[in-house]
């Protein structure tokens, strides 16, 4: 049983570019959230997908967008990239019938901004 | 004011002592509260999850006290492979979790 999978698993962007990340999540599971962890803080929360919509989302600029296509995976998107960007990116997925808080995380993706 | 607040630590411990770790959070509202588990450069995986009667997992016992909003978390007979950073963290919507900072566990021969 696959758990979460995120791709790539390092990348370096230089500012004002864009990037995507890409999430599979756990078997079974329909909801996948992704969090931004910064070095020696805990995990951000950037927002929730369920059922192809954004259905919560932190307090993080529109130049985070997401989305969730009809086999649960996920991409994340960030725009005009800036070096406080720079960041573990953590995916976790969910289901929305399970265990509240029961999220189970990808390994993440650490983007470097120069 | 965060919503959840940790002792960074780090917290450094010889083998086989009892370290226990705080957290509060001060959104009353909060609903379910955890303990999380990250090793360096890895991610967070669940530890407990943690109720208002107190749960026990083999060495570790998390507790709650919504009045004073906190929540505990006490290792036991501490182990090397424990070193690791613990995250509290609680929901405040639908499967959302606001974490800590975590607090960092060192655990020495």
């Known amino acids: 049983d696959a758990g979460v999978t995120q791709s790539p698993t390092h990348l370096i962007k230089t500012r004002g570019q864009q990037v995507t990340l890409r999430c599979s999540p756990k078997s079974g599971h329909d909801t996948v959230s992704w969090y931004q962890q910064a070095l020696g803080q805990g995990p951000q929360f950037i927002f929730q997908y369920y059922e192809e919509e954004e259905r919560q989302r932190g307090n993080f600029p529109d130049r985070f967008s997401g989305h969730q296509f009809p086999n649960y995976s996920s991409e994340l998107n960030v725009n005009a990239l800036l070096l406080g960007d720079s960041a573990l990116y953590l995916c976790?997925?969910?289901?929305?019938?399970?265990?509240?808080?029961?999220?189970?995380f990808g390994e993440g993706s650490r983007l470097t901004v120069l | 004011r965060k919503e959840v607040e940790q002792d960074p630590g780090p917290f450094n411990v010889p083998e086989g002592a009892t370290v226990a770790f705080n957290c509060t959070y001060s959104n009353s509202a909060s609903q379910s509260f955890f303990w999380y588990r990250q090793d360096c450069r890895k991610e967070p995986k669940l530890l407990m999850s943690v109720y208002s009667s107190g749960n026990e997992d083999g060495r570790f016992t998390a507790q709650l006290n919504r009045a004073s909003q906190y929540i505990s978390l006490l290792i036991r007979d501490s182990k090397l492979s424990d070193s690791a950073t613990y995250l509290c963290?609680?929901?405040?919507?639908?499967?959302?979790?606001?974490f800590g900072t975590g607090t960092r566990l060192l655990v020495s021969p």
């Open positions: 976790a997925s969910s289901f929305v019938r399970g265990v509240t808080g029961e999220l189970f």
């Open positions: 963290a609680v929901t405040t919507g639908f499967q959302k979790l606001v």
